[in-house]
Nanobody, 125 residues
């Protein structure tokens, strides 16, 4: 079982940048590591994924060009660089791991087997 710990959340102003980290323990070489977020009253939203075995990344249309996912496979760490933050980006951000490869499947929270505890990001206007 992969265990995940997020960090890097906080309170920032509109337009700021923030980088979240997801530290994974366990064997993740055949996993996808993804970032989701949940805002109050909304469904969990897929943001971005990295698939180690394919050396590929996938983004939701809503954040492509503004968020960047990257990772250090050797250190089992995945980052989410977020630029030009807006108040609507306020949410709890989660990383998740699962043995998933296909783009459409990556966006489905129910297919992930491991989740972190989440980190709060608040963007003030």
């Amino acid at each position: 079982q992969v265990q995940l710990v997020e960090s890097g959340g906080g309170l920032v102003q509109t337009g700021a940048s923030l980088t979240l980290s997801c530290a994974a323990s366990g064997r993740t070489y055949n996993h996808a590591i993804s970032w989701f977020r949940r805002s109050p009253g909304k469904e969990r939203e897929f943001l971005a994924a990295i698939v180690w075995s394919l050396n590929s990344t996938t983004y939701a249309d809503s954040v492509r060009g503004r968020f960047t996912i990257s990772g250090n496979n050797a250190k089992n760490t995945v980052f989410l660089q977020m630029n030009s933050l807006k108040p609507e980006d306020t949410a709890v951000y989660y990383c998740a791991a699962g043995v998933i490869r296909h783009r459409v499947a990556l966006m489905q929270p129910r297919l992930y087997s491991s989740w972190g505890q989440g980190t709060q990001v608040t963007v003030s206007s």
